[in-house]
T-cell receptor, first 112, second 116 residues
């Protein structure tokens, strides 16, 4: 069965510091992988996605993620965090049936 | 493009009342999804439609929940009767299927439901 694990419930970083949010997935076939961001009181916005090809994927707002099949991971990174990046981040795996399975999310706090 | 539209944005009701949540997907999208988000269970898929037909409703918690999609531009999620444990944020999302099999889901702003 498919599942997504985000081991970090809450992360705090200083503004300007680098960021890495972890995501591990379990899926029997080639995964479709997504990162979404949710600001307080808002819906989910797509940051980036991986379907195939280059394993390093660039997204919006300066985010990138790397797909590592051997580690079943799809970690999200940003070299320099801005205060506006404070939000909740969700990793998701998509199936061929068009379902999305979400992780439990990682809440990011940015310290000035 | 206006994106996925949901109404109402907030709903407060009393236990036992009927609640109807509404969703307008992005024009041209043939998949529509209903999700529920709670602190305890995170984001859960309740049901999804393809070309207005329900494909998988295994996530619907119980018979009190029902969803319809009478046409390509409108869907409802109804709870009757509502209970306090139904309090959550309900999201609607839509997507279009491409030849490669999957496309991005675009989410609406959600309906925040509080059942007293």
């Amino acid at each position: 069965a498919q599942s997504v694990t985000q081991p970090d419930i809450h992360i705090t970083v200083s503004e300007g510091a680098s960021l890495e949010l972890r995501c591990n997935y379990s899926y029997g076939a080639t995964p479709y992988l997504f990162w979404y961001v949710q600001s307080p009181g808002q819906g989910l916005q797509l940051l980036l996605k991986y379907f195939s090809g280059d394993t390093l994927v660039q997204g919006i707002k300066g985010f990138e993620a790397e797909f590592k099949r051997s580690q079943s991971s799809f970690n999200l990174r940003k070299p320099s965090v801005h205060w506006s990046d404070a939000a909740e981040y969700f990793c998701a795996v998509g199936t061929r049936a068009n379902n999305l399975f979400f992780g439990t999310g990682t809440r990011l706090t940015v310290i000035p | 493009d206006a994106g996925v539209i949901q109404s109402p944005r907030h709903e407060v009701t009393e236990m036992g009342q009927e609640v109807t949540l509404r969703c307008k997907p992005i024009s041209g999208h043939d998949y529509l999804f209903w999700y529920r988000q709670t602190m305890m269970r995170g984001l859960e898929l309740l049901i999804y439609f393809n070309n207005n037909v329900p494909i998988d409703d295994s996530g619907m918690p119980e018979d009190r929940f029902s969803a319809k999609m009478p046409n390509a531009s409108f869907s409802t999620l109804k709870i009757q009767p509502s209970e306090p444990r139904d309090s959550a944020v309900y999201f609607c999302a839509s997507s279009v299927r491409l030849l490669r099999g999957l496309e991005t889901q675009y989410f609406g702003p959600g309906t925040r439901l509080l059942v007293l």
